[in-house]
């Protein structure tokens, strides 16, 4: 079971002159959007930073580059905000985009990189799900 809360975030919009900070779930919020629309000049996600201490979490599981204790950042990308974690780096090339993250678990240094085609017709979850359809076709029609 899946227990990790989704990181809190403020949304952030800049008017001539101002700038208007509210909650995500404010009540306002739809309001404040569609002034937006019409008068507003950029809308950005600010990301609630996580408060578990990085140090404090290797001692205790051994993880540097650990999930719990990454903040959330908007990287641009064609012109959109995407949320990454802080530590991941965004690498755009001509045919893909490559996500790179450093970690050390159990004392051992590990890069992550995640490439991405930017002609994918599929996501690489549309893709895995896909494979694991065939696997499971497979097994029933083998009995």
Known sequence: MNTTKKQAFFNAYAFHGCIIILRSNHPKASQTERVFEKYGIMKRRIWVRRVKNANRHYLETGLCGSYDTAGIVDSEL??????????????????????????????????????????????????????????????????
Do not use: Y
């Open 78 to 143: 064609d012109g959109k905000p995407v949320a990454l974690f802080e530590d991941t780096e965004l690498k755009e090339e001509p045919d893909d985009i490559c996500l790179e993250r450093r970690m050390i678990v159990g004392g051992k240094k590990f890069v992550i990189s995640s490439v991405f085609p930017k002609d994918a017709h599929l996501t690489p979850t549309d893709k895995l799900l896909s494979l694991i359809d065939k696997e499971q076709e497979t097994e029933r029609n083998s009995f």
